[in-house]
């Protein structure tokens, strides 16, 4: 596989394990944990998610040939929640990640050093998509945080558990030496 290949199919990979992590994490919560805040400077799950999806929405439409900031995105109207209910806020989540998912799936290798726009700011789409991979999980994070505070009984782990990195690292190393990318197993186990 050429690199250009490699990169792509790696930065899809990616994004399904952070798609993933984050839908682990929400099933674990009862709904209204979605909506909670814990003062007036924090946001809810369901505000991060809104906020997430409408960063995808803007940049990932018409990708190769708009700025990646649209003129109908209200980022401010992002982060005030007027979702009600678990299942709007999967609709929003599910919006998002379907037109970025959309976007990769019609991309080339060969457009990978294309240079696209984000607010007037020249990127090649290699930096574009490595921008939104340090975005995504950032928030991730947030949400996978925020829903451990939040669950009201035992947490299940979405990555290595809690004083088990002993085990996981033997079992790894009892493995033949392989390249592969870190997320083929992680999948596998997320779903």
Known sequence: MKTDESY?????????????LGEKAIDQL???????SFNDDTNSIATIIKHISGNMLSRWTNFLTSDGE???RN?????EN????????LEVWNKGWNCLENALESLKPEQL?????IRNEGHTVIEAINRQLAHYPYHLGQIVFYAKQLKNSE????SIP??????????????????????????????
Do not use: C, H
């Not at 947490?155 to 979405?158: A, G």
């Open 8 to 20: 792509l199919e790696s930065a899809k990979k990616q994004f399904l394990y952070y798609k993933m």
């Open 82 to 89: 007027d979702l009600q209910s678990k299942e709007e806020v």
């Open 75 to 79: 980022r401010d109207a992002e982060f």
């Open 162 to 191: 809690k004083n088990k990195s002993g085990n996981y690292n033997a079992e790894k190393f009892a493995k033949e030496k392989e390249i592969k990318n870190f997320t083929d197993e992680e999948l596998k186990r997320l779903k």
């Open 155 to 158: 947490w299940n782990s979405l």
């Open 70 to 72: 649209k003129e109908w």
């Open 113 to 117: 050093s294309e240079i696209i726009y």
């Open 30 to 36: 009862e709904p209204s944990q979605l909506f909670v």
